[in-house]
């Protein structure tokens, strides 16, 4: 079974940088492209970045230069790190894994994890 | 940016009825677009993806059409389990967009 745990959410300051985990199990974090996403309170979903199988990564436009996603195969994991925060990337945040065979439709997700900035 | 537009916002309905969702693209998407429902507290969840074909595990009775600009979600026949936000997004061009959801609330 596909699980999917993020971690790592935290009340930041504007400025501030932070580094969200997505810890996987029932698959290989290598062997699947992965996604970040994001949903302010009350609000719509964003998609933030992906990481696919290859290695190759793309950005939305509000985070480029300043989010990274990365994986660690030998753990397993997917990061996301985050510098110069902004009170807008105020967000619960989803790692999601692509389903396989459809690159870029997102079928496993995990629970959230909550990034805060203010001051 | 592509930009897809969902209507309605919200749709009051009972269970038993049929709820159409409709999500319009600024630009074609071909047949790239998908759709999601995530319940309160909950991640979303994938029913549809490029234009028509059902996810793992999805009822029957959701239904995606469409292709170009215009797409619809059908639910045949509501359940109480479908009373839910629904979104669109499509995956032809970067970035990923999401429509702004539409709201299915028991009549």
């Known amino acids: 079974e596909v699980q999917l745990v993020e971690s790592g959410g935290a009340l930041i300051q504007p400025g501030g940088s932070l580094r969200l985990s997505c810890a996987a199990s029932?698959?290989?974090?290598?062997?699947?492209?992965m996604t970040w996403v994001r949903q302010t309170p009350g609000k719509g979903l964003e998609w933030v970045s992906i990481i696919y199988s290859g290695g190759g990564t793309y950005y939305g436009d509000s985070v480029k230069g300043r989010f990274t996603i990365s994986r660690d195969n030998s753990k397993n994991t997917l990061y996301l790190q985050m510098n110069s925060l902004r009170a807008e990337d105020t967000a619960v945040y989803y790692c999601?894994?692509?389903?396989?065979?459809?690159?870029?439709?997102?079928?496993?997700w995990g629970q959230g994890t909550l990034v805060t900035v203010s001051s | 940016e592509i930009v897809l537009t969902q209507s309605p916002a919200t749709l009051s309905l009972s269970p038993g009825e049929r709820a159409t969702l409709s999500c319009r693209a600024s630009?074609?998407?071909?047949?790239?677009l998908g759709w999601y429902q995530q319940k309160p507290g909950q991640a979303p969840r994938l029913l549809i993806y490029?234009?028509?074909n059902r996810a793992t595990g999805i009822p029957a009775r959701f239904s995606g059409s469409g292709s170009g600009t215009d797409f619809t979600l059908t639910i045949s026949t509501l359940e109480p389990e479908d009373f839910a936000v629904y979104y669109c997004?499509?995956?032809?061009?970067?970035?990923?967009?999401f429509g702004g959801g539409t709201k299915v609330e028991i009549k």
């Open positions: 630009q074609s998407v071909s047949s790239y």
């Open positions: 490029d234009a028509s």
């Open positions: 029932g698959f290989t974090v290598s062997s699947d492209s």
């Open positions: 997004q499509q995956r032809l061009s970067w970035p990923l967009t």
């Open positions: 999601a894994k692509t389903m396989t065979g459809a690159n870029n439709w997102f079928d496993s």
